[in-house]
């Protein structure tokens, strides 16, 4: 059985703050969607967003609704937001690892890595 894991958090810069309450979609390379989760109160998810048997090697999609989030956070967006949804497509060649995808996300920027 895979070792692997994939884990994501979101932070709010503009806020300085954690994403608390933001829905994630992850689908994979056929665009199935795999899961569906909202961060808690540290930005994060409870738990891992692929383990064990479900972790395997191919491409993937994360799916940030940071629209919503924003607007919910009370944020006054245009209509259309210039961010609503932010796609984050990545690759997981290692079975045995650990990736996780970070992102800091205001109204009109954001940025990903793979982080630890």
Do not use: W
């Amino acid at each position: 059985m895979s070792q692997g894991r994939l884990t994501t958090h979101v932070l709010d810069t503009a806020a300085g703050r954690p994403a608390s309450g933001l829905r994630i979609e992850l689908f994979d390379a056929a665009g199935e969607k795999l899961r569906e989760v909202h961060t808690n109160d540290d930005g994060r998810c409870g738990a891992p967003l692929l383990e064990g048997s479900d972790f395997k090697a191919g491409h993937y999609e994360l799916l940030f609704h940071v629209g919503d989030y924003f607007r919910g956070s009370g944020v006054d967006l245009p209509d259309p937001a210039f961010f609503d949804v932010v796609p984050v497509r990545f690759g997981l060649a290692d079975e045995e690892a650990h990736y996780h995808v970070p992102l800091l996300v205001s109204p009109y920027g954001y940025s990903t890595y793979r982080g630890s």
